[in-house]
């Protein structure tokens, strides 16, 4: 397993520009301080269960980046800075973790991209059907999967990379390795020396990456990206991190992992690694970190407030998104709904909040 | 021959009327869909280059092409996974289960997804795919190939579950699950596909969903069933005619979402009702049914409703399915206990 590289290196990444890494940063220190706060709600009884991507976000905003408009995003759960770069809001982010379907009313890029998946790996077999889809009528365009290092011992996961392999779908799958299904870590999950050697098997290029590093994650995912769209073929990025969270706010990692490790993961973070290479390179100043974390706390607090000002759905309404159609079934139970609630919290038949 | 090769040339055979048998019915509808709409693709275990391993998808891969009818790898979970995929982005699949004993690796998909996409994005994306798979014993296959477990499937909100009765039935409704726009779970009793031949007009017309057919007309007492069991259901129909007792026949046909509008208003104009399934006893469509006249007809009822049904036990192996399956006797002895002849 590759060892996460504890000192940044002394030279820029080939192709990658100050301005770059400085963007990438941003958006990176925007993601963990947005993540931070969105667990400071739960601790609040603001937010329900949520899964924290604290030391993951130099995966998801490598991905991001890398993805075209017309690429088709195929998410986990654990994607909030993919999803944010793809133009869905912090708030909406928020509002799927607070419990509310109506997060997943992407729009921008996102609006063809799958909603959040949690059951482990399914989502790898809806990428695989979203890239037939683009491949049969010829759109030049990739679908992108996420999944934990845990979905590999799936068979979604296998099954979906053989046939990614077999038909040369325009799919690209980036595992985030960061070691622990929720309890159990990764020497317990495979006997394999890495995740990327599952690809072998599916007759499809695999390689492992730095997951800590945006410029690693940003331009193997752009290959593999820019390699799909022209046709030829899938790729398997195991890109490894390491979690520096629980598994989610229901979740206590103290009762099965050493502090020292996690210590020890925290000197190879990809927030203070990315600071560092800037600092090497005078690509950033105390002025600039300072300006940022001011936009941040407002961009966060703005989101934070849209979030918490958002009206809960009508009664009625979670009965309405079944079929394209209103059953006499659903229908009847509409009306049964009319009467366990007062009138002002169910809608009319359009939809609209009634006052 | 001539009939087969009638069926075969497609579109230049509008409402051309074809004698064919449900299996046959079913290649029909898939044909007539295909030629209308492009993005309607066949995919599953054997459906291409085989035509299905009872034949339902025959010729269609020399008809449309490789791109259009997918030989996938045996893997049922990828092959409903890549059809939710498929389905949200702008692709109609139509998958063959190859037996619904086998649909079991599927189901986290069917459940946790194709049924929910819709809801989850609050109508953002939506899954139009149709899951095809036969179903029920009476064939002598081996096991795991007898199933019949339509009710675990009907209990998922948000999934249609459409099972033809008849060449004519299948032909209608399969067209209609293909267009529908949300996941239809279309379940065909394979041992009824090839035991009648019926006149199918293939006109392109569809059959309603989430609607009940009447089959034959009686004053007398309810008969209802669905798929294979119809045949036994209409022929315990013609036995109580002879001895004086007319029958309302309902084929269900839609099991999920249920038509009990029809069902109800039968029930209250006979006052009686027997329910016919094949599958197991506890927890099944007939039990919802049984619940369901209970809540809307009770006052109507002469004499407690009565279900005729295969027992709590898988389908014995095919030396002694006939131990199982219920037959057109049990059925009429449900009616006289119902009609209080004995």
């Known amino acids: 397993m590759t060892q996460l590289k504890k000192q940044v290196a002394s030279t820029l990444p080939a192709n990658i520009s100050l301005d770059w890494l400085r963007s990438a940063y941003s958006h990176m220190v925007l993601i963990r301080a947005f993540d931070k706060k969105v667990v400071a709600l739960q601790r609040t009884g603001q937010m329900r269960t949520y899964p924290s991507c604290l030391g ?50 992407f729009e921008g890029a996102a609006r063809r991209d799958l909603p959040l998946c949690i059951p482990i790996a399914t989502q790898m077999t809806h990428a695989a059907g979203v890239a037939i889809a683009l491949k049969s009528r010829a759109e030049h365009q990739a679908c992108l999967v996420t999944c934990g290092d845990g979905a590999t011992s799936k068979g ?34 495979t006997a394999c020396q890495t995740l990327a050697q599952k690809a072998v098997a599916a007759g499809m290029e695999g390689v492992q990456i730095d997951g800590n590093d945006v410029a690693e994650v940003y331009q193997a995912v752009d290959r593999a990206l820019t390699k799909a769209r022209q046709g030829k073929g ?20 103290t009762r099965y992992r050493d502090l020292e490790q996690v210590n020890n993961a925290w000197e190879r973070e990809p927030v203070k690694r990315l600071q560092s290479l800037l600092h090497a390179h005078q690509g950033w100043s105390p002025e600039q970190e300072n300006a940022l974390l001011e936009s941040v706390r407002k961009q966060v607090d703005d989101a934070v407030t849209a979030y918490l000002s958002i009206p809960p759905q009508p009664a009625d309404e979670f ?29 009319d038949s359009n939809g609209v909040q009634k006052s | 021959m001539s009939v087969t090769r009638a069926v075969n040339s497609g579109l230049s055979d509008i409402n051309t009327v074809h004698e064919i048998t ?77 037996f619904m004993g086998f649909i079991f690796a599927a189901m986290e998909q069917i459940v946790c997804h194709a049924a ?19 179903f029920g014993g009476g064939i002598g296959a081996p096991e795991h ?30 067209l209609s ?91 209250r104009h006979t006052g009686r009702c027997v329910i016919v399934q094949e599958a197991a006893r506890s927890g099944g469509i007939a039990s919802e049914i049984s619940a369901r006249v209970a809540e809307e007809a009770m006052p109507w009822l002469q004499s407690p409703v009565q279900r005729v049904t295969g027992f709590d036990t898988p389908m014995p192996y095919p030396r002694h399915e006939h131990y199982y399956l219920p037959t057109a006797a049990d059925i009429v002895r449900a009616c006289e206990r119902t009609l209080g002849v004995i």
């Open chain 1, 56 to 105: 993951q976000e130099a995966i998801g905003v490598g991905i991001g980046l890398a993805l075209q408009d017309n690429d088709v995003f195929v998410p986990y759960y654990r994607d909030q800075a993919t999803l944010f770069l793809r133009g869905v809001s912090l708030t909406q982010i928020m509002q799927v973790w607070g419990g509310d379907e109506r997060g997943h009313l």
């Open chain 1, 156 to 189: 979604d996961f296998s099954e979906a990379l053989n046939l990614a392999g077999l038909w040369q779908l325009p799919m690209v799958c980036v595992i985030n390795n960061n070691q622990w299904a929720i309890s159990v870590p990764l020497h317990k999950q």
């Open chain 1, 234 to 253: 899938p790729t398997l990025i195991e890109a490894v991190s390491y979690r520096l969270s629980d598994h989610t706010t229901a979740d206590d990692a």
């Open chain 1, 319 to 347: 009965l309405k998104y079944q079929f394209a159609e209103m059953t006499t079934p659903l229908a009847l139970q509409i009306s049964w709904q009319h009467e366990r609630f007062p009138e002002h919290e169910t809608s």
């Open chain 2, 22 to 98: 449900m299996v046959e019915a079913v290649t029909l509808a898939l044909r007539r869909a295909m030629t209308e709409d492009p993005t309607v693709v066949v995919l599953g275990e054997d459906v291409a280059t085989n035509g299905g391993v009872f034949r339902a998808t025959e010729n269609l891969k020399t008809e449309f092409g490789f791109k259009r009818v997918l030989d996938t790898p045996l893997a049922e979970s990828m092959i409903a996974g890549i059809s939710i995929g498929m389905a949200t982005h702008g692709m109609r699949p139509v998958a063959e289960i190859q």
């Open chain 2, 116 to 134: 929910r996409m819709r809801n989850r994005t609050r109508g953002r994306l939506h899954c139009p795919l149709v899951i095809r798979a036969p």
């Open chain 2, 145 to 174: 190939h007898s199933e019949s477990t339509e009710a675990l499937f009907a209990h998922i909100p948000g999934l249609r579950v459409v099972i033809p009765s008849s060449p004519v039935r299948a032909y209608g409704l399969l």
């Open chain 2, 177 to 267: 699950a293909i267009r529908n726009p949300d996941p239809v779970l279309f379940l065909e009793p394979k041992r009824i596909y090839r035991i009648v031949r019926q006149r199918v007009v293939d006109s392109g017309k569809g059959l309603p969903l989430d609607t009940c057919f009447t089959l034959r007309q009686g004053d007398d007492i309810t008969l209802i069933s669905w798929g294979a069991m119809m045949h036994e259901t209409l022929q315990a129909a013609t036995q109580l005619q002879q001895r004086g007792v007319n029958a309302d026949v309902i084929d269900v046909a839609t099991i999920s979402p249920l038509d009990m509008t029809t069902i109800v208003r039968s029930v």
